[in-house]
């Protein structure tokens, strides 16, 4: 059983940054597709970023493009999300979701962890 949890998110000025973590468990790493999404007040679920498997770039939505990184560390486990230059819209509870193929695709999404950007 594959779980993904996040940490990192909490409270920031505009203009601000944070780093947010997702710590994958119960697959072979290198395999998981690793994948960022927020879901704001009253919004939809939307895609922010996510990392593939062998050595395939990153995707980065365009309202993150030039502001948030993403990158992956297969030694740790875990995948990150840089997000700079914070804007209240950026609020939201973002997600790390993770996919794999075994007999099919299978997924696994974390709890959540809130971002809050307000002065």
């Known amino acids: 059983q594959v779980q993904v949890v996040e940490s990192g998110g909490g409270l920031v000025q505009p203009g601000g940054s944070l780093r947010l973590s997702c710590t994958a468990s119960?697959?072979?790493?290198?395999?998981?597709?690793l994948s960022w999404y927020r879901q704001a007040p009253g919004k939809e679920r939307e895609f922010v970023a996510s990392?593939?498997?062998?050595?395939?770039?990153?995707k980065i939505a365009n309202a993150a493009k030039g502001r948030f990184t993403i990158s992956r560390d297969n030694a740790k486990r875990t995948m990150y999300l840089q997000m700079n230059n914070l804007k209240p819209d950026d609020t939201a509870v973002y997600y790390c979701?993770?996919?794999?193929?075994?007999?099919?695709?299978?997924?696994?999404w974390g709890q959540g962890t809130v971002v809050t950007v307000s002065s």
């Open positions: 979701k993770a996919l794999w193929y075994s007999g099919g695709p299978k997924e696994s």
């Open positions: 119960g697959f072979t790493i290198e395999r998981l597709v």
């Open positions: 990392f593939g498997t062998g050595g395939a770039s990153p």
